[in-house]
């Protein structure tokens, strides 16, 4: 089973969180933290272990997402990610959004975690549009 951390700055992932189960009911596999300017990034490196340590449970893999590449989050999850000594094996990907976090539940009972990232990105990358005037007149009729 692949359990999901989001790691953002600022109350971005607990609100994603909140939002995401607004729409699917509750979401057990998913954890949250977050980078706040009170805790400063001493407090998040701590927060994040031991978030790790809770999603690490009973977990065959922990998928982080995180709000973008390169962030503190981002690099505070990618040191357990690249630790061989790091268990269960960690994956992270930059730029969660809404359609992603939902999207978990298509993963979840997956055993690699490598291979959960990879198929979290291919369902959400369809989700990612521009929108476009619809010039053609709709009909009523289902």
């Given at each position: 089973?692949?359990?999901?951390i ?7 992932a607990?609100?994603m ?21 009170e ?40 040191q ?14 930059g730029g969660?959004?809404l ?22 990105l ?21």
């Amino acid at each position: 089973m692949i359990h999901v951390i989001v790691a953002s700055h600022g109350p971005l992932a607990t609100a994603m969180r909140e939002s995401a189960e607004m729409v699917y009911g509750a979401l057990p596999h998913v954890f949250t933290v977050t980078l706040t300017s009170e805790k400063g990034i001493e407090g998040f490196k701590q927060d994040f272990a031991q978030v790790l340590d809770t999603a690490s449970r009973g977990a065959d893999g922990v998928l982080v997402l995180c709000d973008m590449q390169s962030g503190t989050p981002w690099n505070v999850a990618c040191q357990y990610a690249f630790s061989p000594e790091v268990a269960p094996p960690v994956n992270v990907i930059g730029g969660v959004n809404l359609p992603m976090l939902l999207q978990t539940d298509e993963v979840l009972n997956l055993r690699d975690v490598n291979a959960a990232a990879a198929q979290l990105l291919a369902l959400t990358q369809p989700t990612l549009v521009v929108a476009e005037a619809n010039t053609r007149v709709q009909s009523d009729d289902f």
